[in-house]
């Protein structure tokens, strides 16, 4: 017998439904424009919003560290790994949440997933959001708390399900605050209401808010003016507008105390090279000052969705950074990912399980650094390949 037939018969019927995803070699750096597979082009998949990774005092920052401290922490932060570097890095998390402490992990997805089976216990009930992130839906399988998944966004849902948990020790309700394939926000405001009136605790997975959203660019929380209720945990990454890597928890001391003792993603991963550290340090410095470039990255987002409405694309609308073009099946939306990467345009093509069936899409996020004229290149090259992909798939 073949142990390995099972694999391939996988891979197999990946590819027939066209859910087989590969690597693109990128050359370049992830910017408006990069080099990816040897081509230049117009790139629409990245999360680098504000154009960090490539700020002078970004780079300054990290060379400056790598000469002081090395490559590498090595270890993790409970024993060799907790460079200085992070206390510095941790207090401006916090200033810039507004919360008493914060800590970071060496990944947004190993945050989540330390947190959520940290604090929800055996006893208690976590209510999901059915968008959320794959991190906070592995953080709660991990949980030892019963689960409930609410309808999106769904506020009578919610509370419907509040009303049923009074049986439970404790009660935590858990979203993201920009949805990362929708690009909608979440109704924080109401969310928090409904966790006060019914004795709940609110986490919020402010990933594609933080550095982009609210006037500080603290993210989602400080958009709805909620900063004030220190009550709610903010969880986040390193990885998107702030240009780096890792990840962090902003809540109160004691909070963070505890997930310092007994959060195991935390305990048992190597802490994060030193450059790194010392770039999130001063790229959470310039989002906290120039609002100019958030503007231009909202900006630069409301000019290409007029545009799309204007050519009558199919997307979903919001107020983020975050455009999702639906396509349709997955099979159409990769056909039309390739075609539109030979006009120039890099968009990636998000599909099942990511997605639900049949609403496929290209995932278009634009950043700060696009100019009006990759704007005007990018709706060319999106009709051109709406008209080849509609030839084919006519019926």
């Given at each position: 017998?073949?142990?390995?037939?099972?694999?391939?018969?996988?891979?197999?019927?990946?590819?027939?439904?066209?859910?087989?995803?590969?690597?693109?070699?990128?050359?370049?750096?992830?910017?408006?424009?990069?080099?990816?597979?040897?081509?230049?082009?117009?790139?629409?998949?990245?999360?680098n919003?504000?154009?960090?990774?490539?700020?002078?005092?970004?780079?300054?920052?990290?060379?400056?560290?790598?000469?002081?401290?090395?490559?590498?922490?090595?270890g993790?932060?409970?024993?060799?790994?907790n460079?200085?570097?992070?206390?510095?890095l941790?207090?401006?998390?916090?200033?810039?949440?507004q919360?008493?402490?914060?800590?970071?992990?060496?990944?947004?997805?190993?945050?989540?997933?330390?947190?959520?089976?940290?604090?929800?216990?055996?006893?208690?009930?976590?209510?999901?959001?059915?968008?959320?992130?794959?991190?906070?839906?592995?953080?709660?399988?991990?949980s030892?708390?019963?689960?409930?998944?609410?309808?999106?966004?769904?506020?009578?849902?919610?509370?419907?399900l509040?009303?049923?948990?009074?049986?439970?020790?404790?009660?935590?309700?858990?979203?993201?605050?920009?949805?990362?394939?929708?690009?909608?926000?979440?109704?924080?405001?109401?969310?928090?209401?409904?966790?006060?009136?019914?004795?709940?605790?609110?986490?919020?997975?402010?990933?594609?808010?933080f550095?982009?959203?609210?006037?500080?660019?603290?993210?989602?929380?400080?958009?709805?003016?909620?900063?004030?209720?220190?009550?709610?945990?903010?969880?986040?990454?390193?990885?998107?507008?702030?240009?780096?890597?890792?990840?962090?928890?902003?809540?109160?001391?004691?909070?963070?105390?505890?997930?310092?003792?007994?959060?195991?993603?935390?305990?048992?991963?190597?802490?994060?090279?030193?450059?790194?550290?010392?770039?999130?340090?001063a790229?959470?410095?310039i989002?906290?000052?120039?609002?100019?470039?958030?503007?231009?990255?909202?900006?630069?987002?409301?000019?290409?969705?007029?545009?799309?409405?204007?050519?009558?694309?199919?997307?979903?609308?919001?107020?983020?950074?975050?455009?999702?073009?639906?396509?349709?099946?997955?099979?159409?939306?990769?056909?039309?990912?390739?075609?539109?990467?030979?006009?120039?345009?890099?968009?990636?093509?998000?599909?099942?399980?990511?997605?639900?069936?049949?609403?496929?899409?290209?995932?278009?996020?634009?950043?700060?650094?696009?100019?009006?004229?990759?704007?005007?290149?990018?709706?060319?090259?999106?009709?051109?390949?709406?008209?080849?992909?509609?030839?084919?798939?006519?019926?």
């Amino acid at each position: 017998m073949d142990h390995h037939s099972w694999i391939k018969d996988e891979i197999g019927r990946l590819r027939q439904n066209n859910l087989w995803r590969s690597l693109r070699s990128v050359e370049s750096l992830p910017l408006g424009r990069a080099k990816i597979d040897g081509r230049e082009i117009i790139l629409l998949g990245s999360n680098n919003y504000l154009g960090l990774s490539a700020h002078p005092q970004v780079i300054e920052a990290a060379k400056n560290a790598l000469v002081g401290f090395g490559t590498g922490s090595s270890g993790s932060r409970l024993t060799t790994g907790n460079l200085n570097l992070y206390a510095e890095l941790e207090e401006k998390i916090a200033k810039l949440k507004q919360t008493e402490a914060a800590i970071v992990f060496s990944s947004g997805y190993l945050a989540n997933i330390g947190v959520i089976s940290v604090l929800a216990v055996e006893g208690d009930l976590i209510l999901s959001d059915q968008l959320n992130h794959a991190s906070i839906i592995d953080g709660c399988r991990l949980s030892k708390a019963e689960k409930l998944i609410y309808l999106h966004s769904d506020l009578t849902h919610l509370e419907h399900l509040l009303k049923d948990a009074g049986r439970y020790q404790r009660r935590w309700i858990i979203t993201d605050g920009v949805f990362s394939m929708d690009g909608d926000i979440a109704p924080l405001p109401a969310i928090y209401d409904l966790a006060c009136r019914y004795g709940a605790r609110l986490i919020v997975d402010d990933a594609h808010g933080f550095g982009v959203l609210g006037r500080k660019g603290s993210g989602t929380v400080e958009y709805f003016g909620l900063s004030k209720n220190r009550d709610i945990i903010q969880i986040g990454t390193l990885s998107k507008a702030v240009g780096g890597l890792g990840g962090y928890v902003a809540a109160s001391k004691n909070l963070i105390d505890l997930l310092i003792n007994q959060a195991r993603s935390f305990i048992f991963s190597t802490g994060l090279p030193p450059a790194t550290l010392a770039a999130a340090a001063a790229a959470v410095d310039i989002i906290h000052s120039c609002v100019e470039t958030r503007q231009k990255l909202l900006g630069n987002a409301r000019k290409l969705k007029n545009e799309l409405h204007q050519h009558k694309f199919d997307f979903l609308v919001n107020e983020t950074q975050i455009i999702p073009l639906i396509i349709g099946s997955a099979k159409r939306t990769l056909h039309f990912s390739e075609v539109l990467f030979e006009h120039g345009v890099y968009a990636p093509a998000i599909r099942p399980p990511t997605v639900p069936e049949g609403t496929s899409r290209l995932r278009i996020s634009v950043i700060a650094t696009h100019t009006d004229d990759d704007i005007r290149k990018v709706i060319q090259a999106l009709i051109e390949s709406r008209t080849s992909v509609d030839k084919i798939y006519q019926l």
